[in-house]
């Protein structure tokens, strides 16, 4: 959920940091992404900043932010009065209330945050341009005022604006989002980042030089990145690129030069928010994919797996063992199945309560497992029955695990309250020698188990029953 949190004095850091982060980004903006004597910015990342700053205290976050942008904007005011003051603190305001704005339109658009990839539709429209539309408009009208621009100027700086704005966005809340929901990446994931950052930047270099079609190669580098690192990784290749393509058509000289090629800016910001839309979407859509498979794990684990012991449960064991009555058809090869009944159980239940009884079939369980192999297949049938298949076992190799089970589970002491309580085990056998189906084959071993418990408890009968009853 998306929700406006209290902050503590760690909080307060974190928002220091971020007050501080907005204001070096804005910086960078200036510096690094504006167009030389038009001032256009192509990129402004303070958008994505206030948007985190707005989402975690709300419309408190204004007053702040209009404070660090007054702070950054300040440096370059190169007329001292109050009309420039003036003109400043409007266009502040106008930073400020974009993310606040858009952080209202996040809660109430979209809840649960950025989770897929259908949510980058509205994300774009309520939170990215919507916000901006509106900030834009406070900021060309103070230009307007100030005679600073003309009205033929301001559809073309109104949209540049407007995608600034919102790439600043599309690049800094999905990489925190992703960056806070997911597990740190590990060097291996470091390394793959590196290396595509630097092949990117290598393109971008041959782009200059040589042949503008190749800044289309560093999409697909993005996209292969997707497989080596996780979303949050490649979202960080996909800002570090983007600054770079940026910087260096504004910066250095060629086919991709922004100032002395009219048709470069809307080219390169056309390539720019599609890079970015793409890499986005694949990144939600794949961790939509990662979710789902993981979600998708865990109710086939339940399903197949007893919640109380851990163990397969019969479902799970009846496909096994008909795997393997397959495999011992085909091949010849042994295979040996077992069923176990704890002895006078009720007992447990009765005397000590369900609580207890459930802690019994746990140690019986932890028992089991720890007494079989590898390649074998330990089940809960039920209640207090159990049941082992054991691959590549004949009949008489299979007896002297079971008498191994058989004594270790009456020397075992299981704790229950104040009292130590020991238990027995009958067991029935059979192996796949004796031919028929796997019902048949369970079935001659619950009689077998029967016989066991009407010979007295505590033992394993392995020869076949003719008569049960």
Known sequence: MVTQSGFNRHGVLWLVALALLYFLSARLSVAVFSLPFSGMILLWLPAGIGLIMAMAIGWKALPLIMLVSFLANSLDMSVDGFSQWMHTLILTFADGLAPCLAAQLFRLRLPSGLQMARDLGPF?????LLPSLIGSAITLGTFLWGGSISWQ????????????YSLGILLIWPLYQLWRQSEPLDMAAWLWILFAVAVNGLLFLLTV???GGLVFLILPVLLMLTFKARPQGVLL????????LITGAIRMPGPCVIPDNPEARPMLMGFVFTMTYVVLCLCLYYRELLASDTSRQRWRNAALHDPLTGLTNRRALMKT???ESDRSKRTGRP?????????H?????????????????????DLLHAQCRGIDSVARMGGEEFAILLPETSLASAIPVMQRILEAVEALD???ASDNVRLTISIGVVDASEGGSVDQLLEEADARLYQAKRDGRNRIVASSVDNPD
Do not use: E, W
């Open 209 to 211: 030089q040589f042949s």
């Open 345 to 365: 159980f009720k007992r447990i239940n009765d005397n000590h309560g369900h609580k207890a009884g459930d802690h019994a079939l746990k140690a019986i369980a």
């Open 124 to 128: 774009t429209l309520y939170i990215c």
């Open 321 to 323: 063992l008909s795997d």
């Open 335 to 343: 295979f040996a199945l077992a069923m176990l009944d704890l002895d």
């Open 414 to 416: 299981i704790r229950l």
């Open 237 to 244: 290749a996909l800002l570090v690129t983007t600054i770079i």
């Open 153 to 164: 100027q301001v559809p073309n700086l109104g949209l540049n604006l407007v995608l600034a």
